[in-house]
Structures are given as structure tokens and as C-alpha cells.
């Protein structure tokens, strides 16, 4: 690949230099791969995505580095905000008023996961200045492979709602913690007041990003039409401007949007449809966090000692999060066969996870190496079967108004043989 990068380099001028050629192309393989897997086999466009990130990852692709810094961090920390500030928008905290279990639900999977993640690792001699980390970054679900999934097969129903709840839960807890305990790494608190501090730090400088976010929106809505396209465009500039400023300030960008989306619910408590023009651009930019993000972790080092480590961590994972789901389903409403397909609809890692992962390898080199080796490829493995998987759960609940591709396509050939075209 930088062989090839290099030939092209020889004769090729563009005004906008040559990464973003390669990164137009990406983008234009990436988005013809992902309507070609919906169309043959109904697994949603995310899936394609990632397999084109993975190829050119593995090729060798230059145009992402690890950890993430710069232009590709801010693009990440952009397109998981725009989700994130989206998912946050539509979830009404009264809802935990009339439902507490939901909550309790939600602290009870996030918690098994981590300390079943953090023993296991223990147990598979990591170290535990890695297994922390390690269980902090399964912690988090992905709400963007989620409302793909959720778009892509038109679902709706309790548990389609409810998983992008308990997803978006997981990534407020896995982000606000993940931040703080990078903070910790290479300076240990003495006391609990030195470990408080961080998370403290992260929450307060995010809530206030946050606010700043829904207060700016709320008044806008007042002038402005919800479906106007410089609604869209106000949102959009808003959301850059908060990601932009909000890390530097020492909080989390992912975290002031999903905030911001939450308050704003508050203070805008109407159902106002997004608009369509913000659809599309939130669809361009979550495309190029899915191609970024599989194309990083593609680049991980592939060995075989570290499989059993990582197969351990998705296993133990998937089992936690089913087992936490379960023991949160007393009282919360739903039943028992929903449990089960809400746990797997939580199982798709991606930019979050790579987000809180990247904190530690830039936090320190020396730890970040052996969080980076197992984090990498759990991550690229489960942003491809976390989106089956998922797939196969909203089918399996019933809550998708979309019928299955393939199986429609062979129903419809059996039933009218006449209609094949020669």
C-alpha cells in the first residue's frame, strides 16, 4: 500500500494534497460495499463499511495513525458526538421516574461487564494496570452501530428503545470513567479525593459544554423551524465547535454532546423530527467513523498469543452483558425473551470504545501498547458481529417493518417462478 501511495505521489498534484484523494476513494468503495451487503444479504450498510476499513487497514493504508491524534481524532470525536448528542435527544428522564429498573438495569450490566472483564483478564495473567483499562473499554456499548442497525432495518418497539437506552447508559459511564482514570495513570492518587477529582473534573467540564449546547438549541428552536435546513446547518456548527473546545478544557466531547441531547429533551420536551438534512450529514460523517475506526484497528499487531486473550474478553463480554440485563429485569417491564434480545443488541463495540482505548495509549506509551494489542482487535471483531448479531436480535424480536432481504427474495422466487427474468 505506501508503495502504491508513493507511485501515485510521482504524478499526482491534487490542490487538496494527496490524502484526500485516497480518503474520497475510501469513502466512495466504502459506501458502494455497504448498499451491496444490505442489498444480498440484509446485514445492515455497517458492515460493508467496516470491511472496506479493514482491508486497507490491513493493506497498510496510511491515512490513519494510532493512537488517535489530530484531524482523525476530531473526526472520530465529531461523528461519535453527533450520534451521541441524537441518542441523548431522544431519551426523556422522566422515563426513569415511572421505571427505575430501567437505570438499575442499566448500572447492573455496565458493572458486570467491567468487574467480569477486569478478573478475567487478571486470570489470563494481564497485568492490572491493563485490565482496568481493558474492562472500562467492554464496558462500552456502541449507540452508532446500534441506530444503524435500528435505520437500516426500520425497527421500533420496546426493545429496540430500550437498547439504544442501555447503550447510550454504558458509553456516559464508559467515557466519564475512561477519561478519568487516563488522568491516573501516570500519577497515581494518594487518597479517594485524588481519584474522585478526574471524574469530577470530566462530569462538571462536560455538563457545562452540555448545557451551553441545549441552551444555544433551545433558543434557536424558538425562531427557527425545527425541519429548516439552517437548523441542520446551526446544529451541526454547534456540535464541531463544542468537540472542538470541550478536550481541551479537560472533558470529553462524546460525553458534552450526549449530555447536551439529554438537556435539551428537558428543555424542549415536544417531538421535533430531525432534520433531513441533518440525516444525511450525520449519515457521511458516521460512515467515515465506522471506515476510520475498522482501518485503525486493522492495524493492530495480529499475533496469535494474544487470540486467547481477546476471544476471553468477547466471550466474557457477551456473558456479562446478558447475565446483567437478566438480573436488572425484575420489575423493569419487559420480559424475559426481551432481556435476551436487548443484551444482544448491546454487543457491537466501535468509536467509543476506540476513543477510551486511544486515552490510554496517549495517557502512556508503555501501558497503552498492552491495552492497544487486546482492545484493537475485540473492537474491529465486534463492530462487524456486534452489527449482526444485533441485526438478528431486532428480527428475532419482531420489531423490524423490513423483512429480510434474502429471505424475501427466495420466498417471492418459490412462490411466483413465473416473474424470473431469463
Not at 5 to 19: I, K, T, V
Not at 363 to 384: F, K, N, Y
Amino acid at each position: 500500500m505506501n508503495e502504491l501511495m508513493s507511485f501515485w505521489a510521482q504524478w499526482l498534484r491534487p490542490s487538496a494534497g494527496l490524502p484526500t484523494v485516497q480518503w474520497a476513494l475510501l469513502l466512495a468503495a466504502a459506501t458502494v460495499a455497504g448498499y451491496l451487503v444490505q442489498r444480498y444479504s440484509g446485514l445492515p450498510k455497517v458492515v460493508g463499511y467496516t470491511l472496506v476499513g479493514t482491508i486497507v487497514g490491513l493493506l497498510g493504508f496510511s491515512g490513519a495513525v494510532w493512537p488517535l491524534q489530530g484531524i482523525g481524532l476530531y473526526l472520530v470525536e465529531l461523528g461519535v458526538a453527533v450520534v451521541l448528542f441524537e441518542a441523548g435527544g431522544r431519551i426523556p428522564l422522566r422515563w426513569f421516574r415511572h421505571n427505575p429498573m430501567v437505570l438499575v438495569q442499566s448500572i447492573a450490566e455496565s458493572a458486570f461487564t467491567y468487574f467480569a472483564v477486569y478478573w478475567v483478564m487478571l486470570w489470563l495473567d494481564v497485568p492490572p494496570r491493563a485490565a482496568g483499562p481493558l474492562a472500562l473499554v467492554a464496558m462500552a456499548a456502541s449507540p452508532a452501530v446500534l441506530t444503524r442497525v435500528v435505520a437500516d432495518t426500520r425497527a421500533a418497539g420496546p426493545v429496540t428503545d430500550r437498547a439504544i437506552v442501555l447503550a447510550t447508559l454504558s458509553s456516559l459511564y464508559a467515557l466519564t470513567l475512561g477519561s478519568a482514570h487516563a488522568e491516573l495513570i501516570n500519577r497515581p492518587a494518594a487518597d479517594w479525593a485524588g481519584k474522585v477529582y478526574p471524574v469530577l473534573v470530566v462530569l462538571g467540564v462536560s455538563i457545562a459544554v452540555g448545557a451551553l449546547l441545549s441552551l444555544a438549541m433551545r433558543l434557536a428552536l424558538r425562531v427557527m423551524s425545527p425541519t429548516s435546513e439552517n437548523t441542520s446547518i446551526l446544529l451541526l456548527v454547534l456540535i464541531a465547535a463544542g468537540t472542538a473546545i470541550t478536550a481541551h478544557m479537560g472533558g470529553s466531547a462524546p460525553l458534552a454532546a450526549l449530555l447536551g441531547g439529554m438537556l435539551l429533551k428537558q428543555l424542549h420536551p415536544r417531538p421535533w423530527a430531525w432534520p433531513r438534512q441533518f440525516g444525511t450529514a450525520s449519515s457521511l460523517l458516521t460512515m467515515l467513523m465506522f471506515v476510520l475506526v475498522s482501518t485503525v484497528a486493522a492495524q493492530a499487531d495480529w499475533t496469535a498469543p494474544v487470540a486467547g486473550a481477546v476471544l476471553a474478553l468477547i466471550v466474557v463480554r457477551l456473558l456479562a452483558k446478558a447475565v446483567g440485563v437478566g438480573v436488572g429485569n425484575v420489575g423493569s417491564g419487559a420480559s424475559w425473551r426481551q432481556a435476551l434480545w436487548v443484551s444482544c443488541a448491546m454487543t457491537p463495540m466501535s468509536a467509543i470504545a476506540l476513543l477510551v482505548a486511544s486515552q490510554f495509549v496517549m495517557a502512556s506509551a508503555s501501558t497503552g501498547h498492552l491495552i492497544a494489542r487486546i482492545a484493537l482487535p475485540a473492537i474491529l471483531l465486534m463492530e462487524v458481529l456486534g452489527a449482526v448479531i444485533a441485526t438478528v436480535a431486532i428480527y428475532r424480536a419482531g420489531e423490524s417493518s423490513k423483512p429480510w432481504a434474502p429471505l424475501t427474495g427466495l420466498a417471492g422466487r418459490a412462490a411466483h417462478p413465473e416473474k424470473e427474468q431469463p
